[in-house]
């Protein structure tokens, strides 16, 4: 995701991106030695015997813990913060409040909503106000609990309903008036008058409800001082990059002695992605006590950390001609974005970007509201913005498959883009796997003979969809690399890998052995990784938007390709050969004309290490300017699209309500599979996240009676209470991987982190109207909600409103059929509007 | 279960002696009494590999085997495990050498991240123990108290299967591949 206000990075000024692999790499047709090898993965050891370091496994001699004091009210002014209780107490080393943190910060450059501690308010039950440090982590505990604050209550602004309509009391300062965080308005194309001249037009309301990461590992950092009194904070993050940034920001600390190292994750899924206040101010207690100083969240915190899945209204439109082609599309999104800005604005725009790069799509408006409420803060989970427009979509689509008697299969394939379009917004896609996907999925589960036809109860629904292969943008406006990897070649035969990219468990790490080994004819056991630590690895941005497969693999195979340019030299001379005869593998570098006359790989490194010095190589990789020029069409651009089909079958009980799914199909547009056994665990286990979404997960808030301050508290802050599918509830799926190399992608390959979960909650939903005839149209698709459908006239479900927004006034985007350069025809040419903005530029 | 040595003496605070065998060694420490196992695991004797996802015995993560029983760790108070022999992922291989159900785990796909890994090897343990032929049904039910968020379930499922197979003497299968459908397949993409 990028800093949405910017349309481009690669502006006037900006170098080119990154140059393709090197000619010495192997080309595609050859046979490969570790790529699409379903080998071990790179951390598989470590992770089977426990010796892995996750965060809260770390721990040092003379450590002192943290435990956080929270708010107890949703919203509030501060009006005292009392410490002396709790500096009474034996054994605590600090308190610390909002006023050791007056520097504020937040993800993008646009919210810099955020105090570590808060200062003046709090926004929602969980908000931190104090924390406490001490020898024991139970003093530390008990001692939070006698740090007195006095609150003077606020109104509680619960639903984006309530935020529309109360203005008043702000629950931040800034923003697109009100309550409304960031209000969004792009026409490409005039799309009432496609409506108008539409032979039928459609419209839908759906609801996606919200719903968090549930990482099994809870939160945790380790901060400290090294022996050489300089900060180090190791910690559960998917972006180590920015937290440095904004950790240097808010202590103070030249960001030249400061040290931030992702320790492997236990599941990320979006949900360690954001900057969290206790991993700021655990190093702002490291740096007043001198101390070491470990937080380890409670479950029960974790769920107030959230930044997960935004709960999303939708409103869909759609226009369509004799022939069942999209003449003209709208979407208007209204999200509840929780009580801080955080990823959101990116999120905004998420929920419209990826409408348009599945099916042709003559114009498209997109509209997009997200309120401020006092509940957790919302942002990127697994398909950041995208899954509940996709829900939306899909689910529209099939019903209007239905009215024109259209098989909403057939229909999918007869309106899938072409390769190398550009989208009514912008979006340039390259490669399609989407009628691959849908072929595949169609012909596994019969699709043609058996939908419609399994009896009572039983039924088929289909969906397919897209995501980004990365940002196109990074989050703060720079013209640097996006990826950056290092290589150390050793006398011994032997690599090491220095990368600034987080292993959250969806393989890394591997894909970097694999790359390296893949081009210097290496066994990847051969070599060894250093990752995830800003001190000694180049910056990669971080495990998010799917980006790092082809962003940190491009840079490997471009600092893997420039060592083995320097041991083929060297090798060339050895073996008395022209260079274009040396070739690499199994560990021997040798003449392609007879390959039994060789040398190994460790002589070839001392043979160029003799000629040359020490070999050593970098590779970055910076993605392709994408073509959109508007305000806001920042987010969205990727170097490649993945695509992905699926269809479910399910088995509905009319008398209970209750969906159980039998069997799910899914084909993924991988491009080229580096690990096989890895990418079906990502199809597998985004299948596994979708149908918990499709049937049970629900980050929802109540309030509490009025003797119980009628705070609006989480509902189930438990493991055991937010319902996620257990071994039991689990399918059986059947994966197939697409295969067609994508240029941009390192050896042609897709990303498939979170592509796979996109089709899976609409073809649930679709697969209960074939079941027993009825929409539900939001998830959650609960028992109640079959029911209520089954028992409704209508046969529906779902949100019957869509609350009057009062939207700004358009940017005008002309689609690249209706002339136009990309850019908004009733906005300042931004090269006019004002220079290049420095990173920090930020608002409030 | 051991009997606790709590004395009418003892205060809340008072540490207690905890002799009890973990991973075929013989501990012995002094831990407070309201001390979990996982605690004491974790803190006191510094194995970290058993995990804690909840600390309400919701997730699995911090599975062991106690006498064999499997038990969630993070529910048992330490000093009633007091002479007990307690077996976590570091005790499942003797040697270099992997246990065959993490050799498979990791061949498999059956570990992403890692975390729940310990537990669902320490669980699958205690059923290959009981029955080194499960069924699938058999694996899903023997599981059915650990929470994985990563994988989707089926390769672990897998890797039980593949290692239960070694355990009886059988070769090892190789991980099961997804199907893979050419573009070129069909004419509409590239």
Redesign the interface.
Same mark, same amino acid.
């Given at each position: 995701m990028a800093d949405p206000s910017e349309s481009s990075a690669a502006r006037a000024g900006a170098p080119p991106p990154s140059r393709p692999a090197p000619a010495s790499a192997p080309q595609a047709g050859t046979a490969f030695g570790a790529v699409g090898k !379903?080998l071990?993965?790179a951390? *598989?050891? /470590?992770?089977?015997?426990?010796?892995?370091?996750?965060a809260?496994?770390l721990s040092l001699p003379g450590m002192l813990f943290m435990k956080l004091k929270r708010s107890s009210v949703p919203h509030a002014r501060i009006l005292e913060v009392d410490a002396a209780a709790a500096l009474a107490v034996p054994g605590v080393r600090a308190v610390l409040t909002g006023r050791d943190f007056p520097v504020r910060y937040g993800i993008l450059p646009v919210s810099q909503d955020e105090h570590a501690l808060c200062v003046d308010k709090v926004r929602f039950v969980g908000d931190p106000v104090a924390a406490v440090v001490a020898a024991d982590e139970l003093v530390a505990e008990e001692a939070a609990r006698l740090v007195a604050v006095r609150y003077q209550p606020l109104a509680t602004i619960a639903s984006p309903e309530e935020a529309l309509a109360t203005p008043e009391p702000r629950i931040h300062e800034y923003g697109d008036g009100g309550n409304v965080h960031k209000a969004v308005a792009l026409d490409f194309g005039d799309v009432p008058a496609a409506l108008a001249s539409a032979d039928q037009v459609f419209e839908d309301l759906f609801f996606y409800q919200g719903s968090t990461?549930?990482?099994?590992? %809870?939160h945790a950092t380790l901060a400290y001082l090294d022996a050489d009194g300089r900060l180090t904070i190791a910690t559960s993050t998917q972006v180590p990059h920015y937290l440095h940034r904004a950790a240097a920001k808010v202590l103070g600390v030249p960001p030249a002695r400061l040290r931030v190292i992702a320790q !492997? %994750?236990? #599941? *990320?899924?979006g949900g360690k992605t954001d900057l969290f206040n206790h991993e700021i101010v655990a190093a702002k207690a490291a740096l007043v006590t001198g101390r070491p100083v470990k937080v380890s969240l409670?479950?029960e915190e974790v769920f107030a950390c959230h930044r997960g899945r935004h709960p999303v209204l939708m409103r869909l439109r759609t226009g369509v001609g004799r022939d069942g082609r999209i003449l003209g599309h709208s979407v208007e999104t209204l999200l509840d974005g929780g009580a801080y800005g955080g990823y959101g604005v990116a999120s905004t725009f998420y929920t419209g970007a990826l409408e348009t790069v599945t099916y042709r799509m003559d114009r498209y408006r997109f509209r997009g509201c997200r309120t401020f409420t006092n509940k957790p803060p919302c942002g990127p989970k697994r398909g950041h913005g995208t899954p509940q427009p996709r829900f939306g979509l899909e689910v529209h689509l099939d019903k209007i498959c239905q009215k024109l008697g259209r098989d909403p299969a057939e229909w999918r $394939?007869q309106n899938?883009l072409? /390769? #190398?379009s550009l989208t009514a917004n912008w979006m340039k896609v390259r490669? $399609?796997?989407?009628?691959?996907c849908l072929? /595949?999925v169609v012909a596994a589960s019969r699709w043609k003979e058996r939908r419609g036809k399994l009896g009572p109860g039983r039924g088929l629904g289909l969906a397919s969809s897209a995501y980004l292969c990365g940002a196109g943008l990074p989050i703060y406006f720079n013209d640097m690399p996006h990826s950056g990897v290092q290589l150390l070649l050793d006398r011994g035969g032997g690599v090491t890998v220095f990368c600034g990219a987080a292993e959250?468990? %969806?393989?890394s790490d591997t894909v970097l052995a694999v790359l390296v080994a893949e081009v210097l004819g290496l066994d990847p056991d051969d070599v060894k990784l250093v990752t995830g630590d800003t001190a000694l690895g180049p910056v990669d941005l971080g495990s998010y938007s799917s980006r790092v497969t082809l962003m940190m693999g491009n840079a490997a195979v471009e600092a893997a390709g420039r060592a083995r340019d320097r041991l083929a030299a060297a090798a060339a001379q050895a073996l008395e050969v022209p260079l274009e005869r040396v070739g690499f593998g199994g560990g021997r570098v040798f003449d392609v004309g007879d390959p039994d006359r060789a040398i190994t790989f460790a002589e070839a490194v001392q043979r160029a290490e003799a000629e040359g010095g020490t070999v050593g190589t970098v590779g970055s990789y910076r993605p392709p300017p994408p073509p959109s020029r508007y305000k806001g069409g920042g987010v969205g651009p990727s170097p490649a699209y993945s695509y992905t089909a699926a269809v479910v079958e399910v088995e509905v009980d009319a008398a209970t309500g209750v969906v159980r799914v039998v069997k799910v199909w899914i084909?993924h547009?991988i491009g080229r /599979?580096l690990n !096989?056994?890895?990418?079906?665990?990502q199809?597998?286990?985004?299948?596994? =996240?979708g149908l918990g979404e499709a049937l049970m997960e629900e980050q929802e808030f109540v309030r509490l009676p009025p003797r119980l301050s009628r705070a609006l508290v989480h509902q189930a802050p438990? =493991?055991?209470e937010y319902k996620?599918p257990?071994?039991?509830d =689990?399918p059986?799926?059947?994966? $197939?991987?697409?295969?067609?190399p994508e240029p941009n992608g390192p050896f042609g390959a897709k990303e498939v982190g979170q592509g796979p979960l996109l089709p899976i909650p609409p073809a649930v939903a679709n697969a209960v109207h074939d079941a027993v005839g009825v929409r539900v149209d939001e998830v959650p698709i609960t028992p109640e909600k079959v029911l209520a459908a089954l028992k409704a006239g209508s046969r529906r479900h779902g949100p019957e409103a869509f609350p009057s927004i009062a939207w700004p006034e358009p940017l005008m985007v002309p689609p690249p059929w209706e002339g136009g350069d990309g850019s908004a025809v009733n906005e300042p040419r931004r090269s006019e509007q004002r220079g290049r903005r420095p990173p920090e530029a930020a608002k409030p | 279960m051991g009997a606790p040595l709590a004395t009418p003496e003892a205060g809340p605070r008072d540490k207690l002696r905890l002799a009890f065998t973990v991973n075929g060694e013989a501990r012995e420490v002094l831990v407070e009494p309201w001390k979990t196992l996982l605690e004491v695991l974790r803190e006191d004797l510094g194995l970290t590999g058993t995990k804690h996802g909840c600390e309400l015995g919701e997730c699995g993560a911090c599975a062991v085997l106690a006498d064999g029983e499997l038990v969630l760790s993070c529910l048992v108070p330490a000093v009633e495990c007091q002479g007990r022999a307690v077996t976590t992922v570091e005790g499942l291989r003797d040697g270099p050498e992997l246990h065959p159900l993490q050799a498979a785990f990791a061949d498999h796909g059956a570990a992403q991240c890692g975390y729940c890994t310990p537990g669902m090897l320490v669980a699958a343990r205690w059923l290959l123990d009981r029955e080194p032929d499960a069924s699938r049904e058999r694996i899903v039910e023997a599981l059915s108290g650990q929470l994985c968020r990563c994988t989707g379930y089926l390769q672990i499922y897998e890797a039980v299967e593949a290692a239960g197979r070694v355990l009886r003497g059988l070769p090892a299968p190789g991980a099961r591949l997804p199907r893979v459908h050419r573009a070129s397949e069909h004419g509409r993409s590239e």
């Open positions: !379903p071990r993965r951390d *598989g050891r /470590a992770k089977v015997t426990g010796e892995t370091r996750f809260d496994d990461h549930l990482a099994l590992e %809870q !492997p %994750q236990g #599941g *990320g899924f409670t479950r $394939i899938a072409a /390769a #190398g490669t $399609i796997g989407l009628v691959g072929e /595949a959250v468990g %969806q393989g084909a547009d /599979a !096989p056994v890895l990418v079906r665990g199809v597998e286990g985004s299948v596994y =996240m438990s =493991m055991l996620s257990a071994t039991v =689990m059986e799926v059947e994966t $197939i991987l697409v295969d067609g | -």
